[in-house]
């Protein structure tokens, strides 16, 4: 055993001398007995270790995906006269001109095994919570939202949810979510523009024929009405959806494991190519594709939408 002792502290005066002599000592002792040489270190105590960088808390390539909502996930009216239309789906569709955001994610194949839509058509915010917990028992690692344009879309702008109900029952979805799976991830997408689908759409004679059998009177109804009273209706429809795109992002930047769109639903600009040719405000094939770029840019980002 290598063992080396210091001598009895010098003087002030030759402190540096000896501590230079000493050090080259014990190098000379080291080479001759194959010892290691104590070092800075050891007379300062033990050296703090780099610790490993912490894991994200958001995963941009997730391995499986289930999306809730309402007709828009379903791809109703897609490609199909008044039916749903799932293969087109923005969320978890196979049609390969759409390229969904499974497919995109997962590749084709692992789309048809780790993908599940439970979406129903005319849902609405008060239907999110039994979605949730429908989609938890999957246990998939990204959760796709896209709800709240039929709780604006009623016969009359009163029969609107009201924000404060919206915010609540989207926080209890939230909850029931997070009671299966915790660290589920949830990408939420904003309520589509609706006061646009109406500036878009009016100017087709078809489809204003079709919003006169119900389709979101509350924005639609009357297309060609410019009185001040229907402009007023639509400006309180267009509110309120704005008052939702709100809600969703707050609730959401309450949660680590959520991120909203950053509004980039809402604020697309559409135009009638990507709108369904037989009612004139679901998404089209085109519109679905375009729903699902938006969806993976913001999923697979380095940081959430601005």
């Known amino acids: ?174 909850g029931a979510l997070r009671r299966t799976a915790p660290r589920t991830q949830v990408y939420v997408s904003s309520v589509p523009d609706l006061e646009r689908l109406w500036s878009t759409g009016r100017g087709n004679p078809l489809g204003r024929q079709i919003w006169k059998l119900g389709i979101c009177a509350s924005m639609l109804g009357d297309a060609d009405d410019l009185s001040t009273a229907a402009q007023e209706r639509r400006a309180l429809v267009q509110g309120r959806v704005v008052a939702y795109n709100r809600a969703l992002k707050s609730v959401c930047a309450k949660d680590l494991r959520c991120r909203y769109d950053g509004g980039d639903v809402f604020d697309y600009r559409f135009t009638g190519a990507q709108l369904s040719p037989w009612d004139w405000f679901h998404p089209s094939r085109d519109g679905q594709r375009r729903l699902a770029e938006i969806a993976y840019r913001n999923i697979t980002a380095a940081r959430p939408p601005a």
């Open 1 to 174: 055993m290598c063992e080396f002792r210091r001598s009895r502290r010098p003087g002030r005066r030759r402190r540096g001398a000896v501590a230079g002599l000493t050090a080259a000592a014990l190098v000379m002792v080291a080479a001759l007995t194959g010892c290691d040489v104590p070092g800075p270190s050891a007379q300062r105590g033990p050296v703090k270790r780099p610790q490993p960088s912490p894991t994200p808390v958001w995963d941009r390539s997730p391995a499986s995906l289930a999306a809730v909502g309402d007709s828009i996930t379903r791809g109703f009216d897609a490609c199909r006269l008044f039916s749903d239309c799932p293969e087109v789906s923005w969320a978890t569709g196979t049609d390969t001109a759409v390229r969904s955001l499974a497919q995109r994610l997962l590749g084709p194949a692992a789309a048809a095994e780790r993908a599940w839509n439970h979406a129903r058509s005319g849902a609405r915010m008060a239907d999110l919570p039994e979605q949730m917990a429908q989609a938890a028992a999957r246990r998939p690692e990204l959760v796709t939202v896209m709800v709240g344009a039929n709780d604006a879309c009623r016969d009359s702008p009163e029969q609107m949810t009201p924000v404060a109900e919206f915010t609540e029952t989207f926080t209890s979805a939230l």
